[in-house]
C-alpha cells in the first residue's frame, strides 16, 4: 500500500507495465509514528476538515478519520506553519516517537507491473456560486455529503441534526434532487448520477431516526430507485411519511429573521407554492474530479464526454488501453454494489492476462510457531475498546477496566481508542510476549466482524488463534442502552465476566485445511454465463457448463441492442463459438441439475440429461440461470388485442419486418407492466431504457408518426439519460401517470386503439389513438431459481431471487462459500451489468480455486472416545451427514463401536453435542462446559 | 502482449473499488500494489454514515 | 424495589446473535435484563445446560435460532 501517490507515467505493454509513481511527503514516519496524537494537540494550526467535509475543524498534522488505514498521521504541507514559514516545529519538539520529518521529499518510484486498475472514484459536484440553490450563500443549504457527516455519530455534530446557522434542531427539511445532474444549463452534467434518489431516502430516513417529529419533503423529477430492494425501500419511506413532490424548485430565498429557507416551486399540477423549511440539502451528483483526470491522461486511457472512462457492454471494465481496466464511478454513476462487482471483475479481467504468472510474486504470511500454552497456568489479557465515543460514551470504561482486573486469573487489562486499529495490534502484540498472556479478551463490537482480525493477532505473536474470545460491549450494550448508562455499564461488566470464564477453558485447536478440486460448474448458459465459464476457462481452470436448452444464449437471444446500441447478436455468436471451442470448458445443454452434496473446495454435483446422468466435482460454482419475461395477465388488451406486445414481441417483429409493424404509424409504450406492483414490488430496471431507445428508432425511421411513452418515473439512470433527452428533442411524448390512476385501453376501429391515460397538466384525461401499444413488461425469477435454493440450500429473497451474503459489500457471493451467483438470478439487470457481475463471479471464484488446499475453522465436532459407546443417535440429527460409525477391535478381541467426524464437512453446529445422552461428543470452542461456564458468569452478577 | 508476464496488479485508488479488486488479486495469487492519493484508503465510503436500503452501518 | 429478571439468552451466530448485533446498529433500545451467550447454532445447547441456567437462578430462559 503506497499512500499521498499518484501515477505520472505508465510504459510498457500488457503483462509488463512500467509505472512511474509520485510520492507526495508525508513528513512522519509511519514505522516509528504510534498514532498517540500527540502532534495534533499540540499543532497550532486548525485547518477545514475535509473528512467532516469542512464543517469541523483538524490540524495541519493530523490523521484523516478515526479508523483511517494506516493509522498514522501526516502532515499537510500546505497548512503546516513549519514548512511554510520555517517557524513552529511543535509536533516535532512533542512527539514522543521521533516521527516528525521536516526533511521529507516527493519520492519518484518506478513499479514493474503486470496490469493496473484505475478505482478513482468521484467527486461530488460543487454547487458552489449557482443563484438558484444559494449554496454557499445561505448558511442552511447544504449538500448531501455534509448531510452525511452531520447524521454520522462519529461527525461534527455527533450526529445530533441541527442546522449550521444556529445550532437548531432541525424540524422541518427539504431534499432537493438532480443538483448537478441530468442539467447541462447550471451543470456541464446531462447524465443521471443513479444514487441521489436513493441516498436522499436513506437520509430522510435517518433524519426522522434522529428528529421524531421531523417533516421530511424529496422535490424531484424521477425517483430513480431501480436497484435491488430499493423500491421497497421508498415504499417504507411513504409509509413513514416522508412527502415526496414530483417538481421543479424555482428558487431558494432565505427568511431574513430566521434563517429559515423560502422555497418556490411549481408542483405537478402546474401551480405556483411556496413553503418554509429549516434545512434545505441539495442531492449532488458524482462526476470524476480533475485528479482522476489527470490519472488518465498519464496511463493514456480515454475518457468521453462526460469525463467518464468509455468502454463497451461486452467488456465493461476495459479500457482504450490494452491491459488498464477501470471499475467503480469513474466509469459512470454507479452505486456501491455495482462498484463491488465491477471491482472484482476488474481483478479477474487484469489477472487473467497473467494467469501463467500466477504465485510467482506473492508470499504467503509466515507466523512464529505456536507457544505451547496448554498446560501454564492461565493468564487472560482484556483489552477494552472505546470505539471512539460509540462504547466510550455510554459506558463507564474505566470502571470496567478496574473491574476487570478484579476477575480471576487476569494478569492483564488493557483500553484502546480503537482496539481494531493496526497500532493497537501490535499493543496486543507486546503485552502478550511481556506479560505471558496466553488468553486474550477483546470487549468491543461484535465477533461477526472483527474476530477475525483478533484471531490474527494472536497468531503472529505465536498464540493459538482459538485461545480468544469478545465480550460484545458495543452492538450489544453501549448501542442498545445509551438512556442507561448505568445499566449498560454493569452489563459490560457481566459481559466480560463471561468471556474471562470461557476463555480460561478453552484450549489450543489445531488447524484444519481441505484440499481444493480446481474446477468449477456454471449453471446456465445465458450470456451471464458463457462469460463466466470463459473467465475461469482463460484463467486456466476447466469447467463445466450446464445448459437447459439445447441453444446457448439464454434471453440475450430475444434482445437486439444494447442501450449503448450495440447489436447483441453478433456478441451472442462470438461468445458461443469461444466456449465451443474451448478444451478447458465441458458443455452439458439440455441439462440440468439433479442434486449435489459438498462444501467449498468439494462440491459433487449430478447433471441430469434426460435418462442419464452424470456427478461432476468441482471446488466452486456459480449460478447464471437467468430469469424470464413477465406474461401480462389480460392487462391492457394482451392476448385480446392483435395490435399489443409485450417489449420483447415488438422488437422481434420488427426485426423479422412483420407488416403490423410496417404499416403502424403511431406508437404507445406503457411502462411499469408487472413492475412496482404489490406482487412486484421492484423496479425491472431495464424497460424505461428500452422503451426510450425503441421510441427514437421509431421516430428516426418515421419522423411523422407519433410516439408516447406513459411512465411512471422515467428511470434512464447514469449516462442512459442522454438517451431520454434525445427522445425528447425528436418529439416523442412522455406522459407521467399515477399507479392509482393506470392508463386504460380500448379497442377504437380494425387495426387502432383508444389508450386513456389521465394528464396531470391538463387534469383531464387523453385519449391516443395508435395503431400499437407496446408493453414495458417485468423481469421475474424463473423456475429454476427455486430447485437450484433447494438443491444448494441458497437463501431468495421476497421477490424470488437469490439473496446476496451482503448487499453492498458482497453482490456475487451466496453466504455459503465457494458458490457465486451472476445475472437476471440475482435481479433483473441490463446486459453490460450481468457480463461485469459474471465476469466478478468468476474472479471470485478464482480466488477460491486459486490455491491448492483451504483452511477451514477449527470448531468442529469432537469425539470423547472415552464416553462413546456408538449409539449413533447424533447421525440422525446431523444435517450434514458428517458422522460416521465405526467400529474398531479392543485388545481383549471385544468389538468396540463410535462414531466419527468428517471435519471437512462438519459445520460445528453441534447438534449432535445437544442429542448425545453421554457426553460422547462437543464442539470444540463451545463445549457444554465452557457454555455453562458463561451461563453461570453471567448470574454471578 | 509481453512475453515476460509479471505476476503483480497495480491499483490507482483505495476507495472499495480498490479495495476489493485489491483483496481479490491478491488472494487469486498475484502481488498487488494499492495507490492512494490521500493519506489514508476508504474513500468516499468512509465518509457516508449509513448505507442503502438496509441502513447498515458504512464503516 | 421492583423484580428485576436475570434472562439468560442462547443465541446462533449465524440468525439470532446477529439480529441481536442489527438491533444495536439500528439503535434500537430494549430492556437490560438479558445476558446472551453466544452458540454456533442454538440446535447445540443441550436440554442439560438450559436447566442448569435455571438452577444457577435464571428467572427465564431464551433460545433462539
Same mark, same amino acid.
Request: net charge neutral.
Given at each position: 500500500?503506497?499512500?499521498?501517490?499518484?501515477?505520472?507515467?505508465?510504459?510498457?505493454?500488457?503483462?509488463?507495465?512500467?509505472?512511474?509513481v509520485?510520492?507526495?511527503?508525508?513528513?512522519?514516519?509511519?514505522?516509528?509514528?504510534?498514532?498517540?496524537?500527540?502532534?495534533?494537540?499540540?499543532?497550532?494550526?486548525?485547518?477545514?476538515?475535509?473528512?467532516?467535509?469542512k464543517?469541523?475543524?483538524?490540524?495541519?498534522?493530523?490523521?484523516?478519520?478515526?479508523?483511517?488505514?494506516?493509522?498514522?498521521?501526516?502532515?499537510d504541507? +500546505?497548512?503546516?506553519?513549519?514548512?511554510?514559514?520555517?517557524?513552529?516545529?511543535?509536533?516535532?519538539?512533542?512527539?514522543?516517537?521521533?516521527?516528525?520529518?521536516?526533511?521529507?521529499?516527493?519520492q519518484?518510484?518506478n513499479l514493474?507491473?503486470?496490469?493496473?486498475?484505475?478505482?478513482p472514484?468521484?467527486?461530488?459536484?460543487?454547487?458552489?456560486?449557482?443563484?438558484?440553490?444559494?449554496?454557499?450563500?445561505?448558511?442552511?443549504?447544504?449538500?448531501?455529503m455534509?448531510?452525511?457527516?452531520?447524521?454520522?455519530?462519529?461527525?461534527?455534530?455527533e450526529?445530533?441534526?441541527?442546522?449550521?446557522?444556529?445550532?437548531?434542531?432541525?424540524?422541518?427539511?427539504?431534499?432537493?434532487?438532480?443538483?448537478?445532474?441530468?442539467d447541462?444549463?447550471?451543470?456541464?452534467?446531462?447524465?443521471?448520477?443513479?444514487?441521489?434518489?436513493?441516498?436522499?431516502?436513506?437520509?430522510?430516513?435517518?433524519?426522522?431516526?434522529?428528529?421524531?417529529?421531523?417533516?421530511?419533503s424529496?422535490?424531484?423529477?424521477?425517483?430513480?430507485t431501480?436497484?435491488?430492494?430499493f423500491?421497497?425501500?421508498?415504499?417504507?419511506?411513504?409509509?413513514?411519511?416522508?412527502?415526496?413532490?414530483?417538481?421543479?424548485?424555482?428558487?431558494?430565498?432565505?427568511?431574513?429573521e430566521?434563517?429559515?429557507?423560502?422555497?418556490?416551486?411549481i408542483?405537478?399540477?402546474?401551480?405556483?407554492?411556496?413553503t418554509?423549511? *429549516?434545512?434545505?440539502?441539495?442531492?449532488?451528483?458524482?462526476?470524476?474530479?480533475?485528479?482522476?483526470?489527470?490519472?488518465?491522461?498519464?496511463?493514456?486511457?480515454?475518457?468521453?464526454?462526460?469525463?467518464?472512462?468509455?468502454?463497451?457492454?461486452?467488456?465493461?471494465v476495459?479500457?482504450?488501453?490494452?491491459?488498464?481496466?477501470?471499475c467503480?464511478?469513474?466509469?459512470?454513476?454507479?452505486?456501491?454494489?455495482? =462498484?463491488?462487482?465491477?471491482a472484482?471483475?476488474?481483478?479477474?479481467?487484469?489477472?487473467?492476462?497473467?494467469?501463467?504468472?500466477?504465485n510467482s510474486?506473492?508470499?504467503?504470511?509466515?507466523?512464529?510457531?505456536?507457544?505451547?500454552?496448554?498446560?501454564?497456568?492461565?493468564?487472560?489479557?482484556?483489552?477494552?475498546?472505546?470505539?471512539?465515543?460509540?462504547?466510550?460514551?455510554?459506558?463507564?470504561?474505566?470502571? @470496567?477496566?478496574?473491574?476487570?482486573?478484579?476477575?480471576?486469573?487476569?494478569?492483564?487489562?488493557?483500553?484502546? @481508542? #480503537?482496539?481494531? !486499529?493496526?497500532?493497537?495490534?501490535?499493543?496486543?502484540?507486546?503485552?502478550?510476549? +511481556?506479560?505471558?498472556?496466553?488468553?486474550?479478551?477483546?470487549?468491543?463490537?461484535?465477533?461477526?466482524?472483527?474476530?477475525?482480525?483478533?484471531?490474527?493477532?494472536?497468531?503472529?505473536?505465536?498464540?493459538?488463534e482459538?485461545?480468544f474470545?469478545?465480550?460484545n460491549i458495543?452492538?450489544?450494550?453501549?448501542?442498545?442502552?445509551?438512556?442507561?448508562?448505568?445499566?449498560?455499564?454493569?452489563?459490560?461488566? *457481566?459481559?466480560?465476566?463471561?468471556?474471562?470464564?470461557?476463555?480460561?477453558?478453552?484450549?489450543?485447536?489445531?488447524?484444519?485445511?481441505?484440499?481444493?478440486?480446481?474446477?468449477? @460448474?456454471?449453471?446456465?448458459?445465458?450470456?451471464?454465463?458463457?462469460?463466466?465459464?470463459?473467465?475461469?476457462?482463460?484463467?486456466?481452470?476447466?469447467?463445466?457448463?450446464?445448459?437447459?436448452?439445447?441453444?446457448?444464449?439464454?434471453?440475450?437471444r430475444?434482445? #437486439?441492442?444494447?442501450?449503448?446500441?450495440?447489436?447483441?447478436?453478433?456478441?451472442?455468436q462470438?461468445?458461443? &463459438?469461444?466456449?465451443?471451442?474451448?478444451?478447458l470448458?465441458?458443455?452439458?445443454?439440455?441439462?440440468?441439475?439433479?442434486?449435489?452434496?459438498?462444501?467449498?473446495?468439494?462440491?459433487?454435483?449430478?447433471?441430469?440429461?434426460?435418462?442419464?446422468?452424470?456427478?461432476?466435482?468441482?471446488?466452486?460454482?456459480?449460478?447464471? =440461470?437467468?430469469?424470464?419475461g413477465?406474461?401480462?395477465?389480460?392487462?391492457?388488451?394482451?392476448?385480446?388485442?392483435?395490435?399489443?406486445?409485450t417489449?420483447?414481441?415488438f422488437?422481434?417483429?420488427?426485426?423479422?419486418?412483420?407488416?403490423?409493424?410496417?404499416?403502424?404509424?403511431?406508437?404507445?409504450?406503457i411502462?411499469?407492466?408487472? !413492475?412496482?406492483?404489490?406482487?412486484?414490488?421492484? %423496479?425491472?430496471?431495464v424497460?424505461?431504457?428500452?422503451s426510450?431507445?425503441? &421510441?427514437?428508432?421509431?421516430?428516426?425511421?418515421?419522423?411523422?408518426?407519433?410516439?408516447?411513452?406513459l411512465?411512471?418515473?422515467?428511470? =434512464?439512470?447514469?449516462?442512459?439519460?442522454?438517451?431520454?433527452?434525445?427522445?425528447?428533442?425528436?418529439g416523442?411524448?412522455?406522459?407521467?401517470?399515477?399507479?392509482?390512476?393506470?392508463?386504460?385501453?380500448?379497442?377504437?376501429?380494425?387495426?387502432?386503439?383508444?389508450?386513456e391515460?389521465?394528464?396531470?397538466?391538463?387534469?383531464?384525461?387523453?385519449?391516443?389513438?395508435?395503431?400499437?401499444?407496446?408493453?414495458a413488461?417485468?423481469?421475474?425469477?424463473?423456475?429454476a431459481?427455486?430447485?437450484?435454493?433447494?438443491?444448494?440450500?441458497?437463501?431468495?429473497?421476497? +421477490?424470488?431471487?437469490?439473496?446476496?451474503?451482503?448487499?453492498?459489500?458482497?453482490?456475487?457471493?451466496? &453466504?455459503?462459500?465457494?458458490?457465486?451467483?451472476?445475472g437476471?438470478?440475482?435481479?433483473?439487470?441490463?446486459?453490460d451489468?450481468?457480463?461485469?457481475?459474471?465476469?466478478?463471479? &468468476?474472479?471470485?471464484?478464482?480466488?477460491v480455486?486459486?490455491?491448492s488446499?483451504?483452511?477451514?475453522?477449527?470448531?468442529?465436532?469432537?469425539?470423547?472416545?472415552?464416553?462413546?459407546?456408538?449409539?449413533?443417535?447424533?447421525? *440422525?440429527? %446431523?444435517?450434514?451427514?458428517?458422522i460416521?460409525?465405526?467400529?474398531?477391535?479392543?485388545?481383549?478381541?471385544?468389538?468396540n463401536?463410535?462414531?466419527?467426524?468428517?471435519?471437512?464437512?462438519?459445520?460445528?453446529?453441534?447438534?449432535c453435542?445437544?442429542?448425545?445422552?453421554?457426553?460422547?461428543?462437543?464442539?470444540?470452542?463451545?463445549?457444554?462446559?465452557?457454555?455453562?461456564?458463561?451461563?453461570?458468569?453471567? @448470574?454471578?452478577? | 502482449?509481453?512475453?515476460?508476464?509479471?505476476?503483480s496488479?497495480?491499483?490507482?485508488?483505495?476507495?472499495?473499488?480498490?479495495m476489493?479488486?485489491?483483496?481479490?488479486?491478491?488472494?487469486?495469487?498475484?502481488?498487488v500494489?494499492?495507490?492512494?492519493?490521500?493519506?489514508?484508503i476508504?474513500?468516499?465510503m468512509?465518509?457516508? +454514515?449509513?448505507?442503502?436500503?438496509?441502513?447498515?452501518?458504512?464503516? | 424495589?421492583? #423484580?428485576?429478571?436475570?434472562?439468560?439468552?442462547?443465541?446462533?451466530?449465524?440468525?439470532s446473535?446477529?439480529?441481536?448485533?442489527?438491533?444495536?446498529?439500528?439503535?434500537?433500545?430494549?430492556?437490560h435484563?438479558?445476558?446472551?451467550?453466544?452458540?454456533?447454532?442454538?440446535?447445540?445447547v443441550?436440554?442439560?445446560?438450559?436447566?442448569?441456567?435455571?438452577?444457577?437462578?435464571?428467572?427465564?430462559?431464551?433460545?433462539?435460532?
Amino acid at each position: 500500500m503506497i499512500t499521498l501517490a499518484e501515477i505520472t507515467d505508465v510504459t510498457g505493454e500488457p503483462g509488463n507495465f512500467q509505472v512511474e509513481v509520485t510520492r507526495r511527503p508525508r513528513f512522519v514516519d509511519t514505522e516509528k509514528c504510534i498514532a498517540c496524537g500527540l502532534c495534533a494537540e499540540k499543532c497550532p494550526k486548525k485547518v477545514d476538515d475535509e473528512y467532516n467535509e469542512k464543517i469541523s475543524k483538524r490540524k495541519a498534522v493530523y490523521i484523516p478519520y478515526a479508523q483511517a488505514v494506516p493509522q498514522k498521521y501526516a502532515i499537510d504541507a +500546505d497548512n503546516c506553519i513549519y514548512l511554510k514559514s520555517g517557524k513552529c516545529g511543535a509536533c516535532e519538539k512533542f512527539c514522543p516517537a521521533g516521527a516528525i520529518n521536516f526533511e521529507d521529499k516527493p519520492q519518484t518510484v518506478n513499479l514493474n507491473v503486470g496490469a493496473i486498475i484505475l478505482s478513482p472514484g468521484f467527486a461530488a459536484f460543487d454547487p458552489t456560486g449557482i443563484r438558484t440553490w444559494g449554496y454557499g450563500e445561505f448558511k442552511n443549504v447544504i449538500t448531501a455529503m455534509e448531510m452525511e457527516r452531520i447524521l454520522s455519530a462519529s461527525g461534527p455534530t455527533e450526529g445530533h441534526l441541527v442546522r449550521p446557522s444556529d445550532k437548531k434542531e432541525v424540524k422541518r427539511i427539504a431534499f432537493i434532487q438532480c443538483v448537478g445532474s441530468r442539467d447541462l444549463n447550471k451543470s456541464r452534467n446531462g447524465y443521471c448520477s443513479s444514487v441521489c434518489c436513493t441516498y436522499a431516502i436513506k437520509q430522510a430516513m435517518m433524519a426522522k431516526d434522529h428528529v421524531k417529529d421531523l417533516e421530511a419533503s424529496i422535490f424531484f423529477m424521477d425517483m430513480r430507485t431501480h436497484g435491488k430492494e430499493f423500491e421497497r425501500y421508498y415504499e417504507r419511506a411513504k409509509g413513514l411519511g416522508i412527502e415526496f413532490k414530483r417538481c421543479r424548485v424555482h428558487s431558494l430565498e432565505p427568511v431574513s429573521e430566521t434563517s429559515d429557507i423560502y422555497f418556490r416551486y411549481i408542483d405537478d399540477c402546474g401551480r405556483q407554492l411556496e413553503t418554509q423549511y *429549516d434545512l434545505v440539502v441539495l442531492s449532488v451528483g458524482l462526476c470524476t474530479p480533475p485528479s482522476a483526470m489527470e490519472l488518465a491522461y498519464h496511463a493514456g486511457v480515454e475518457l468521453n464526454e462526460n469525463r467518464f472512462v468509455e468502454s463497451s457492454s461486452f467488456d465493461p471494465v476495459a479500457t482504450s488501453r490494452p491491459g488498464v481496466f477501470s471499475c467503480g464511478a469513474f466509469s459512470g454513476p454507479k452505486d456501491i454494489p455495482q =462498484t463491488v462487482m465491477e471491482a472484482s471483475a476488474a481483478a479477474a479481467d487484469a489477472t487473467r492476462l497473467l494467469a501463467g504468472a500466477r504465485n510467482s510474486l506473492t508470499r504467503t504470511k509466515e507466523f512464529p510457531p505456536e507457544i505451547e500454552v496448554a498446560s501454564d497456568e492461565v493468564r487472560i489479557g482484556v483489552f477494552i475498546c472505546h470505539c471512539g465515543t460509540n462504547i466510550a460514551g455510554v459506558i463507564d470504561v474505566e470502571r @470496567l477496566a478496574r473491574y476487570a482486573e478484579t476477575l480471576p486469573n487476569v494478569a492483564h487489562v488493557g483500553r484502546n @481508542l #480503537f482496539t481494531c !486499529s493496526q497500532d493497537t495490534q501490535d499493543i496486543i502484540k507486546n503485552a502478550i510476549r +511481556d506479560k505471558g498472556l496466553n488468553r486474550v479478551v477483546v470487549a468491543a463490537c461484535t465477533p461477526r466482524t472483527h474476530e477475525p482480525l483478533f484471531r490474527e493477532t494472536l497468531k503472529s505473536a505465536g498464540l493459538n488463534e482459538y485461545l480468544f474470545d469478545m465480550a460484545n460491549i458495543r452492538n450489544q450494550d453501549s448501542w442498545v442502552h445509551a438512556a442507561e448508562p448505568e445499566r449498560a455499564t454493569e452489563k459490560a461488566m *457481566d459481559l466480560v465476566r463471561m468471556s474471562v470464564a470461557k476463555v480460561g477453558l478453552l484450549t489450543p485447536l489445531p488447524s484444519i485445511s481441505v484440499p481444493v478440486n480446481q474446477a468449477a @460448474l456454471v449453471i446456465g448458459g445465458g450470456i451471464s454465463g458463457m462469460v463466466s465459464a470463459l473467465e475461469l476457462a482463460d484463467h486456466g481452470f476447466h469447467v463445466s457448463l450446464v445448459e437447459k436448452a439445447n441453444v446457448l444464449g439464454g434471453q440475450a437471444r430475444h434482445l #437486439f441492442r444494447t442501450w449503448k446500441g450495440e447489436l447483441i447478436e453478433p456478441a451472442l455468436q462470438e461468445l458461443d &463459438a469461444r466456449v465451443r471451442s474451448n478444451p478447458l470448458i465441458t458443455l452439458h445443454l439440455e441439462s440440468t441439475v439433479g442434486s449435489a452434496e459438498g462444501f467449498v473446495g468439494n462440491f459433487k454435483s449430478t447433471i441430469v440429461r434426460g435418462k442419464d446422468s452424470r456427478v461432476v466435482e468441482h471446488g466452486a460454482t456459480i449460478i447464471a =440461470t437467468g430469469g424470464q419475461g413477465y406474461v401480462p395477465e389480460g392487462e391492457y388488451l394482451f392476448g385480446t388485442s392483435s395490435r399489443v406486445f409485450t417489449a420483447i414481441e415488438f422488437d422481434k417483429l420488427r426485426m423479422v419486418g412483420d407488416r403490423r409493424m410496417k404499416q403502424a404509424k403511431n406508437y404507445v409504450f406503457i411502462q411499469c407492466v408487472g !413492475s412496482r406492483c404489490e406482487e412486484r414490488m421492484y %423496479c425491472s430496471r431495464v424497460c424505461c431504457t428500452h422503451s426510450v431507445q425503441a &421510441a427514437i428508432e421509431l421516430k428516426e425511421s418515421s419522423p411523422a408518426g407519433e410516439v408516447f411513452v406513459l411512465y411512471r418515473d422515467m428511470r =434512464t439512470y447514469g449516462q442512459r439519460e442522454e438517451l431520454y433527452r434525445k427522445a425528447r428533442e425528436k418529439g416523442v411524448v412522455f406522459i407521467h401517470y399515477e399507479a392509482h390512476q393506470m392508463p386504460k385501453v380500448r379497442p377504437l376501429e380494425p387495426r387502432r386503439l383508444e389508450v386513456e391515460v389521465f394528464d396531470h397538466i391538463l387534469h383531464e384525461p387523453l385519449r391516443i389513438v395508435t395503431d400499437i401499444v407496446v408493453l414495458a413488461t417485468a423481469i421475474t425469477p424463473n423456475a429454476a431459481t427455486a430447485e437450484l435454493a433447494d438443491i444448494y440450500k441458497l437463501p431468495v429473497d421476497a +421477490d424470488g431471487f437469490f439473496q446476496e451474503a451482503h448487499a453492498k459489500l458482497r453482490p456475487v457471493d451466496f &453466504a455459503a462459500d465457494g458458490i457465486f451467483m451472476a445475472g437476471l438470478a440475482h435481479c433483473p439487470k441490463p446486459v453490460d451489468e450481468s457480463i461485469a457481475q459474471a465476469k466478478a463471479a &468468476a474472479g471470485r471464484a478464482v480466488s477460491v480455486l486459486a490455491g491448492s488446499s483451504i483452511d477451514l475453522e477449527a470448531t468442529k465436532a469432537t469425539v470423547v472416545n472415552a464416553n462413546c459407546d456408538g449409539c449413533a443417535m447424533c447421525l *440422525d440429527v %446431523c444435517p450434514y451427514k458428517a458422522i460416521s460409525l465405526v467400529s474398531e477391535e479392543e485388545a481383549g478381541g471385544k468389538r468396540n463401536a463410535r462414531v466419527e467426524v468428517n471435519l471437512a464437512q462438519c459445520k460445528g453446529c453441534g447438534l449432535c453435542q445437544a442429542t448425545c445422552p453421554k457426553d460422547g461428543i462437543y464442539v470444540a470452542g463451545f463445549s457444554l462446559e465452557q457454555i455453562a461456564a458463561q451461563v453461570e458468569a453471567a @448470574l454471578a452478577g | 502482449m509481453s512475453e515476460q508476464v509479471k505476476g503483480s496488479v497495480l491499483i490507482a485508488g483505495g476507495g472499495i473499488a480498490g479495495m476489493q479488486a485489491a483483496l481479490d488479486a491478491a488472494n487469486s495469487g498475484f502481488y498487488v500494489y494499492l495507490l492512494e492519493r490521500r493519506a489514508a484508503i476508504g474513500g468516499k465510503m468512509a465518509q457516508l +454514515d449509513k448505507t442503502f436500503p438496509t441502513n447498515d452501518c458504512a464503516m | 424495589m421492583s #423484580f428485576e429478571p436475570k434472562i439468560i439468552g442462547f443465541t446462533c451466530n449465524w440468525c439470532s446473535y446477529a439480529a441481536a448485533d442489527l438491533a444495536g446498529v439500528s439503535r434500537m433500545q430494549y430492556p437490560h435484563n438479558v445476558r446472551l451467550v453466544r452458540v454456533m447454532c442454538s440446535g447445540m445447547v443441550h436440554p442439560r445446560v438450559v436447566s442448569q441456567a435455571f438452577e444457577m437462578g435464571a428467572d427465564g430462559v431464551l433460545v433462539m435460532g
